[in-house]
């Protein structure tokens, strides 16, 4: 076979692949009544296929027809993608009623910036339904995933999310895991989730830092079943009532974040839960009832932040339940608000090997230290009438001092002995 006739066969079978994809895209083409889908395919059984289309920027007005019947075709469609579509910026309210049947939806890479109120209502055996990477879309409005009666998986990754508004899932009841990772979330409003009572998974942050700056009383208000919540790396002070009325939680994992300060009442409300993990958060101002009505709360782990004060009036309320509370690696000051603790010893609590204040403490472990030597027992009068507080520091320095030169003493004594002896018998 010559070159020639290598290149003529090659020509032909491509026209002929070209014309057999035109044919069959023509003959599975969507109703030619839904004119908004015309660049779409319906080829595959059960599926309305808009991905790469150039042309679609919104959702036929109705999937009904008085003088046609579309019912054998809407009440067939089970899965329905709208991927890699730069021309779809609006979901409308009720875009998708008629499909009763669809289970799996996707808008993913899209032009979307904005879901209107009950976007996805009617839709009866919704099981997954997939949001993603729409670099436009930064806000949950109020309604935008509402009565969606069953669907289980709702996911989220990866858009431009920044607030998630009141009510955003409001009547949408049966959601088992709800992703919202990798988005710049910066605001959760009050009653944001309300409504998702079943949600068991609830992934908020995975990168190592969460950008969150705000969250509201009752954010998370109405999870019912959630026992687990993982909100490490956010950059917020936790607010009253801000994980209020979980009824079910158990762990809270908010570590390795940028709290700086617990307000009262933060956990009221979560009389179940047992684990907090508030590590290395970078904490230095607990309010006095912030852990009020943590009654059943068993570890609450605090290494590494910036606690000054081991104040009675916060922590002895939960020694009705706790095991542990880790205030290790904390700058904690052996003042006086140790006393309480000093009367006890409880091995419940870990503190850091040594005190960082007052002035002439820093040589201490909080551990050894006995109630006598705290500063309000370490009065002096000296010669100007003024009160001053013993440097027991200092003390122990001269001690060793006195100490090592006793011992050095005594061991040049037993040299000078010895050698009395040798001489004396030599």
Not at 184 to 209: D, N, Q
Not at 359 to 373: A, F, R, V
Request: hydrophobic letters at 35%; glycine letters at 2%.
């Amino acid at each position: 076979m010559t070159q020639y006739q290598i290149l003529f066969f090659i020509l032909l079978t491509s026209n002929y692949i070209v014309r057999l994809q035109s044919d069959q895209r023509n003959t599975n083409n969507c109703p030619h009544l839904f004119k908004t889908l015309s660049d779409c395919t319906c080829a595959r059984p059960n599926t309305i296929d808009c991905s790469y289309s150039t042309t679609i920027s919104h959702l036929p007005r109705s999937w009904y027809s008085t003088t046609h019947n579309l019912t054998e075709f809407t009440q067939s469609i089970l899965r329905f993608d709208l991927v890699y579509t730069p021309s779809i910026s609006l979901i409308k309210t009720d875009d998708f009623q008629g499909l009763q049947n669809l289970r799996y939806l996707s808008i993913v890479n899209t032009g979307l910036n904005r879901i209107q109120p009950h976007a996805f209502r009617h839709l009866p055996y919704l099981y997954e339904l997939r949001i993603e990477e729409n670099q436009n879309l930064t806000e949950l409005n109020p309604f935008s995933f509402s009565d969606i009666e069953y669907i289980r998986r709702i996911s989220l990754i990866s858009n431009s999310i920044r607030v998630i508004h009141t009510e955003a899932f409001r009547y949408t009841h049966f959601v088992d895991i709800l992703d919202l990772s990798n988005n710049p979330l910066e605001v959760i409003h009050s009653y944001a989730f309300f409504g998702l009572k079943s949600v068991g998974t609830l992934i908020l942050c995975s990168l190592p830092t969460c950008p969150i700056k705000q969250i509201d009383a009752f954010a998370f208000f109405g999870f019912h079943t959630c026992d687990t919540i993982l909100l490490t790396g956010i950059h917020t002070s936790l607010r009253s009532l801000s994980f209020s009325h979980m009824t079910s939680i158990r762990l809270v994992n908010l570590s390795h974040g940028e709290i700086s300060r617990i307000h009262s009442f933060a956990f009221q409300g979560c009389e179940h839960i047992s684990e907090i993990d508030l590590s290395s958060s970078l904490i230095s101002n607990i309010d006095t009832n912030a852990f009020d009505q943590t009654n059943n709360i068993s570890l609450l782990n605090l290494n590494g932040n910036l606690i000054r004060l081991f104040e009675k009036s916060i922590f002895q309320r939960l020694m009705n339940s706790i095991k542990q509370i880790n205030l290790d690696n904390n700058p904690i000051q052996c003042d006086c608000t140790l006393e309480w603790y000093l009367e006890q010893r409880s091995p419940r609590f870990k503190l850091p090997d040594v005190c960082t204040g007052p002035i002439g403490y820093e040589c201490l472990s909080p551990n050894e230290l006995q109630q006598s030597q705290l500063p309000c027992y370490q009065i002096n009068d000296d010669n100007n009438n003024q009160t001053t507080t013993k440097n027991l520091c200092e003390k122990r320095v001269k001690g060793i001092i006195v100490a090592e030169s006793s011992a050095y003493l005594y061991s040049l004594n037993t040299f000078l002995f010895i050698l009395i002896i040798i001489m004396f018998y030599v």
